[in-house]
Structures are given as C-alpha cells and as structure tokens.
C-alpha cells in the first residue's frame, strides 16, 4: 500500500492526533460501539477497526449484490478524515503524510463508482417493486410488475445498464397506472358513498363508516393512493361488521316474532298470514337483504298484534255478553225470590246457589257461574205452585191494566213469574214484590194455619 511504501502515518496515526472527546463524538457518528471503552488507545482501535472493516475494493461483491448501507457510510466518513488529514499535515508542512494520506484517499475511491451503482439500482428496484405491490394484478399493473421483475433479473445478471433502461422506461407508465388507479378510488369512493345512503334506512350506527370515508377522500384529493386505499379497506371491515352486528339483533328479534307466533296458533287463532310473513322475512334475511327482513318482520308482528288484539277484542266481547247472562238469570231471579221469603217460604237453597254463581262470576269462571245461576233458577221454579196458592190466599192477581215506566205504553203483558213485559220497548220489570204490609202478611199466615 501507499502508505507502507511511503512509511507515512496511517489511518490509526490520524485517529490518535484527536482528543477523548472528539473520538467519542466520530464514534457516535459513525454508530461505532464504544461501550466498555475507557482509555485512548482502546477507542481509537475500536475507531479503526471499524473503518479498515469496510470493503470498498472493486469487485469485492458478486454481480448484482447490494452494497452493504452502513458500511459505505462508514467508508464516506473514513474518506473524510483522511481526506481532512491531508489538508491538515499540508498546512503544517508535512508533506510526506500529506502525500500518503492523499494517495490512501485516491485508493479508497478505486472502484466506488461501480459499487455505488449498483446501490441505486437496487435501491430503485426496491422501490418499483413496493410501488407495484400496492395494484391487483390485472391489466396495465400485471404488466409493469413484468417489466419490474425484467429489471431485476437483469440487476442480478450484472447488467446494470440494461436495468437502469428498464427503470427509465418504467416512470411514465408508474405515472399513468397511479394516476388510473386514483381515478378507479374516486369511482369506489362515490360507490361507497351510495352504500351509506342505501344503509341509511336500517338501525346501524355508521358515524365510524362515515369517519373512514370521508379521510379515505381526503387522502384521495391529496394524491395519497395507498393511504386512501387503506381507509377505504378500514371503511368496507367498519361496514361488514355493523351489518353482522344488524343481523344478529335481527335474528334475534324473528326468533322473538317466532316465539309470539307460536304461542297465538296455541290458542287456536289462525295466523296463516303471519306464517308466510315469517317465511318471507327469514328467507330474505338469509339472503342479505337486511332491509326487506327488517320490514318483512315488522309486518310479520303487526300481523300476529293485530289477530292478537282481535282475538282479545272478541274474547272481551264474549266475557261481556256471558257475564251480563248471568247477571240478568240472577236479576231476573231476585224478585221471584223476595216474593218467596214475603210468603215464609223457605229460599236458603237458592240464596246458596246465587252466591256460588256471583263468586264463580268474580273470577271470570263463566260457566260455572251460570251453571250455577240455572240450578237457583231449577229450585225456583219448583217455588211457583207455592208462590200462586200464597198470592191467591193474599188475593194477589194480575194487574188488567197499567203503563210502561220506560215508553209510557199501555201494552204490558203480564206474566205468572212474577214479571211483566212491556209489547212495545220490551223492557221488563217485576209487578208482584208490592205486597201489604209485613204485621198483616204475619197475621195472615198464623190464621190460616
């Protein structure tokens, strides 16, 4: 070497002519670990070593292998400090080492020209290949990734003028695909932006969709391909999970619809209707139209609340019209009755009777309320020869004439229970509970026995 033939200072000569301090500050700089090093001596070999590691011969590599980074980093920086320790020792006048450190220079620099190239193509490479990844691989993007891959196997082959061609050849079509595939987003923006309007109808809480959305158009209008591509995957997984989170709630609420049909065919009321509703509603669901579903089953349920509510509407009707026959059958018995006591006949039983019916009639037992009522009337009407003889005795007859309380009509017809009926408004009322006074009724029983 220059420096043995000259018998010049080499490079660990040059390193020893700085303080502690300044070689910690070169070492940092040129991320050299000294760690553990203490003395001068110690950090200046450390220093050394890791420069004179530093390969920078001519064809030290194989063809088309990529330069190490930090090593040629390192080796800028030891050009440096030759370079500035040549300078140095040519202000002081000593030229021999000015001489040497120059020539040890003018060696370093043998042979970078090549090294460096082969850097900036790999590193080119590197970057047309990560540019390419972002595309399908369809169309103008599956044939600039051909031509990237040619790159390649020419940088690899040593052929790094034929790869550096290919890179020129490669920016306008990078240019024309990035800006076709920013035009293809815009489209996939505005499609996403109906998707929102057609989800608009259902019960989704979208304000994070809508988030996404708008900073996938943001970064769209500010030429940011990837980063809008990114937003727009976040923006679909945002969508799809919301929509699976819909569906669950809606699944849920046909199972419930379900549970209601079912127990409505339990009481014997027809539901065909909301049986094909169901159906309908359940097939859509399965096939993803959530917002089909979604009114399919809210009819579903209007249709079983409506045959519900007319259900209960005539059931009301019927609990209606049972409770008043059983409250006329026990009105119209209570006068035949008083009648029967004024006379001293014995009404315990039937008295008996119309109370169990009364409280059957309370808990909404409607048949045993009235079976009841028509076995006090069955014991009443045994009570009618015995109620006839007592009014004979009394001298209580029919009444021949007489007006109607309700229509002021003449045409009663009286009858031998005890009532009468007007012809006209047909309303009803008792004619035989007047009787004479209790002391007279007292005195006439104990003569007549």
Same mark, same amino acid.
């Given at each position: 070497m220059a420096l043995e033939l000259l018998e010049a200072p080499n490079l660990r000569s040059e390193l020893e002519g700085h303080t502690v301090k300044e070689l910690r500050e070169l070492g940092k700089k040129w991320s050299v670990d000294l760690a553990g090093k203490r003395l001068k001596a110690e950090v200046v070999d450390a220093i050394a070593s890791a420069l004179e590691a530093t390969d920078t011969s001519p064809g030290s590599g194989q063809a088309g292998e990529e330069p190490d980074g930090p090593d040629m980093d390192l080796s800028f920086d030891k050009l440096e400090v030759l370079w500035v320790g040549a300078q140095n020792r040519l202000a002081e006048g000593d030229y021999r080492s000015a001489i040497a450190l120059s020539q040890e220079s003018l060696q370093l620099l043998d042979g970078w020209e090549l090294e460096y190239r082969r850097g900036v193509c790999s590193r080119a490479l590197e970057a047309a290949e990560l540019f390419t990844r972002r595309f399908e691989d369809r169309g103008p993007a599956r044939t600039l990734k051909k031509k990237v891959k040619e790159a390649r196997k020419a940088f690899e082959g040593g052929d790094l003028d034929r790869c550096s061609d290919l890179l020129k050849r490669l920016e306008p079509d990078m240019t024309s695909l990035y800006t076709a595939e920013l035009g293809r987003v815009q489209e996939v923006l505005v499609e996403k932006e109906r998707t929102l309007e057609g989800l608009s109808a259902l019960d989704i809480d979208l304000s994070k969709a809508h988030e996404l959305l708008s900073k996938a158009e943001e970064a769209s209008g500010e030429a940011d391909y990837a980063k809008a591509l990114d937003l727009i995957h976040s923006f679909e997984a $945002?969508? =799809?999970? =919301?929509?699976?989170?819909?569906?669950?709630?809606?699944? $849920?609420?046909?199972?419930?619809? =379900?549970?209601?049909?079912? $127990?409505?065919?339990?009481?014997?009321i027809p539901v065909e209707e909301g049986r094909k509703l169901l159906a309908q509603a359940k097939a859509a669901l399965d096939g993803g139209d959530l917002a089909m579903a979604g009114e399919l089953t809210q009819r579903c349920e209007m249709s079983v609340i409506e045959v519900q509510k007319m259900h209960m509407d005539r059931a009301?009707?019927?609990?209606?019209?049972?409770?008043?026959?059983?409250?006329?059958?026990?009105?119209?018995l209570k006068p035949i009755l008083q009648e029967a006591r004024n006379y001293g006949i014995d009404i315990d039983g039937a008295k008996v009777l119309i109370s169990e019916s009364l409280n059957h009639l309370r808990q909404d037992e409607y048949f045993q309320a009235m079976k009841k009522g028509r076995e006090a009337r069955r014991l009443t009407k045994s009570m009618q020869s015995i109620i006839a003889a007592e009014r004979k005795t009394r001298g209580i007859v029919e009444p021949h004439g007489g007006q109607c309380s309700q229509c002021d009509s003449q045409d009663l017809q009286y009858q031998d229970d005890g009532w009468a009926e007007c012809n006209k408004c047909h309303s009803r009322f008792p004619w035989a509970t007047k009787q004479e006074p209790w002391l007279i009724s007292f005195f006439r029983r104990k003569l007549a026995k």
């Open positions: $945002e969508v =799809a999970a =919301a929509l699976r989170a819909r569906e669950l709630r809606m699944r $849920e609420h046909l199972n419930t619809v =379900a549970d209601r049909l079912k $127990e409505t065919e339990g009481l014997n009301m009707r019927l609990r209606k019209k049972h409770y008043q026959e059983v409250r006329d059958l026990l009105s119209y």
